[in-house]
């Protein structure tokens, strides 16, 4: 695993003013074969692991009800997690938004096999501390019409006590499996003496998670 600090704020800055970068971020980048151990960085915390699917209004809704997006992602659901389901509607599309709490040690075995491009299309993380739980985490955000604007919204999130990092997920061209977590300024858990030292994301795919 690779690890780079984003003191440029390469990727931050180009969402929000340099007098609103409130948050830093980390880039992981990882080799498919390594074990992803995020648990590492945040001890003792929990993490709500998001996925999400389209209705398909070509089939039965009742079939269609039955594939959530655990269910067609063949993610089984451990005794020792909660699943969480909200359903939305964009664009007149009908989306499937499960959430699955876990510690981040399950949630990096659960997850390790999904593809690539599911992982940055349809995959992002919040990690927060134990006593957070899931109706403390303000999904208003959800409900913005803009991408850009959601998005900076799902950030600022991160202002929420108990609300530790963000997990956005994506790719390498080389094939690595990228994740960079955002925190609140002066994070001290992710320090490293790497930086970023050109903006690379012509090389990179990282969506903006929840972008509908």
Known sequence: MKKYRDTHHYYL????????LNYDSLWLFYNYEDGIQMETFFPDQKVYSF??????TDILIKIDEWKRAFRRNA???VQEAKLHIRNYLSQERKVYLDCLETSLVTADGKFKDLTAYDIGQRFVQ????ENISFTDIDLSFLEVTDTADKFRALIRILDTD????????????????LKVCIVKKGETGLKTKEVLSLPIFENTYVAMPFNW
Do not use: P, T
Request: hydrophobic content about 45%; aromatic content about 14%.
């Open 51 to 56: 996925l999400w699917e389209y209705a398909d």
């Open 13 to 20: 800055s180009n969402f929000f003013k340099h007098s609103e």
């Open 162 to 177: 108990g609300i530790q990092a963000l997990i956005l997920n994506g790719y390498h061209h080389r094939g690595e499996l």
């Open 75 to 77: 993610i089984e659901i």
């Open 126 to 129: 919040i990690v927060a501390d």
